[in-house]
């Protein structure tokens, strides 16, 4: 009976640190992709945390230019499983700002696109459609903020250097 058990143990814990893996992957990818696409076109990145409305405007250069490069090193920590536990945070913690973000646009009956992959900024679309947009981005990011969660819970995962350098 033990040997079962130390089997049913083993395999549980292959598959926590591959769900861990891809919760890695998902949530570092992600911000990976939106860092990249926000640095290539920072006065666009500007204008759109300027279109949010939360923070005063020549503060919002500094948020413009500040984030997609903290997207890009956690997302680059999380691929990789490195400081996985702090790097889910990280990225958890991201999520949880980007969700309050759109949370009080969405009060405020602000039509934008969230700007979250590349160029945000007014938009023309119905309220319905901004309602829609907004809930979607929102499950989205609760979402990737699960991940981020999952990683700080459990941030022995597969295939990564931290796991490497442990070992």
């Not at 049913?8 to 926590?16: E, F, G, H, K, P």
């Not at 911000?31 to 696409?37: C, K, P, Q």
């Not at 300027?50 to 090193?73: C, H, K, N, S």
């Not at 900024?121 to 981005?137: E, N």
Request: net charge neutral; proline share 2%; glycine share 10%.
């Amino acid at each position: 009976m033990a040997v079962m058990d130390t089997q049913l143990s083993s395999r549980s814990a292959t598959v926590r640190d591959w769900v861990g893996f891809v919760a890695r992957i998902i949530l570092g990818g992600t911000l990976l992709v939106a860092g990249i696409t926000k640095a290539t076109d920072i006065d666009a990145t500007i204008w759109s945390v300027r279109t949010y409305q939360i923070v005063p405007w020549d503060f919002a250069a500094v948020i413009g230019w500040a984030m997609p490069i903290l997207e890009i090193i956690v997302g680059f920590l999380l691929v990789f499983g490195i400081a996985t536990r702090w790097s889910g945070l990280l990225g958890a913690l991201a999520m949880i700002v980007f969700i309050i973000g759109i949370s009080s646009v969405w009060v405020r009956h602000i039509s934008l696109d969230c700007g979250c992959f590349g160029t945000g900024g007014a938009v023309k679309d119905t309220w319905a459609d901004v309602q829609r947009s907004y809930a979607l981005d929102i499950l989205r990011d609760l979402g990737l903020a699960l991940c981020g969660v999952w990683l700080v819970v459990r941030p022995r995962t597969a295939l990564s250097v931290d796991r490497w350098i442990t070992s």
